[in-house]
T-cell receptor, first 113, second 113 residues
C-alpha cells in the first residue's frame, strides 16, 4: 500500500518564475492538504482540497493556487516566486470523514535563487 | 486563530531515560492533538494522536496526556533509544469539515549513548 508520494523531490528556480508541485494521496484517501515548512519551523497550512474544490485556505497570497484531479491527486502552483518561497512543501492526505488525521509525504524542497 | 506553543526547543537525554515535550494551545474549540516525528530529509510521520474525549493514550513506549482545562498536552517517551532522535512537532485541530493542523515550532530530541 503506497503512502503519500510527491514529485519532484528537489527543485531550483529563480525569482519571478512559476513552479508546479505534485502529490498523490495515500490509497483510500480523498482529501489533500498542502503545507509550507520553512527551515527550523513547523509546517504552515496553505490550503485543502476535496472533491476538486478548495475547502479551506491559510494565510497565503493568491500566488499560491492548487488543483485536485478526479483521481484525488493534487498540484500546488506558485507564481512569481520570491526568495522567501524557499521551503519544504509538504502534501498531506486524509479521508474527508476524518480530515484531521493527516499523513504526510516526503515533501518537495524548493530553492528560489 | 489557533496558536500552539511547544517547549523545549531542544532536548538531550541519555539512552534509556525518559523525554517529555509540552505544548499549549489557545483555541478551546480544538479537539484533536496529533504528534509527528520528522527525521532529517523526510516528511513528518504521525506517531500518536489524542482526542479531547480522553485524557491519556499510550502506544508502547510513547504516551500523550491532555489537560483540556489548562489547554496543554504532552508527549512522553520512555526508555529512549538512539533511533528516537528526531524533531518532534505537536499540532492542534478542530475535527470536522475542512480541518487544518496548526503546528508547534518543534523540539529537537537527541538521545545520546
Amino acid at each position: 500500500d503506497a503512502g503519500v508520494t510527491q514529485s519532484p523531490t528537489h527543485l531550483i528556480k529563480t525569482r519571478g518564475q512559476q513552479v508546479t508541485l505534485r502529490c498523490s494521496p495515500k490509497s483510500g484517501h480523498d482529501t489533500v492538504s498542502w503545507y509550507q515548512q520553512a527551515l527550523g519551523q513547523g509546517p504552515q497550512f496553505i490550503f485543502q482540497y476535496y472533491e476538486e474544490e478548495e475547502r479551506q485556505r491559510g494565510n497565503f497570497p493568491d500566488r499560491f493556487s492548487g488543483h485536485q484531479f478526479p483521481n484525488y491527486s493534487s498540484e500546488l502552483n506558485v507564481n512569481a516566486l520570491l526568495l522567501g518561497d524557499s521551503a519544504l512543501y509538504l502534501c498531506a492526505s486524509s479521508f474527508w470523514g476524518i480530515q484531521e488525521t493527516q499523513y504526510f509525504g516526503p515533501g518537495t524542497r524548493l530553492l528560489v535563487l | 486563530g489557533e496558536n500552539v506553543e511547544q517547549h523545549p526547543s531542544t532536548l538531550s537525554v541519555q539512552e534509556g531515560d525518559s523525554a517529555v515535550i509540552k505544548c499549549t494551545y489557545s483555541d478551546s474549540a480544538s479537539n484533536y492533538f496529533p504528534w509527528y516525528k520528522q527525521e532529517l530529509g523526510k516528511g513528518p510521520q504521525l506517531i500518536i494522536d489524542i482526542r479531547s474525549n480522553v485524557g491519556e493514550k499510550k502506544d508502547q513506549r510513547i504516551a500523550v496526556t491532555l489537560n483540556k482545562t489548562a489547554k496543554h498536552f504532552s508527549l512522553h517517551i520512555t526508555e529512549t533509544q538512539p533511533e528516537d532522535s528526531a524533531v518532534y512537532f505537536c499540532a492542534a485541530s478542530i475535527s470536522g469539515t475542512a480541518s487544518k493542523l496548526t503546528f508547534g515550532t518543534g523540539t529537537r530530541l537527541q538521545v545520546t549513548l
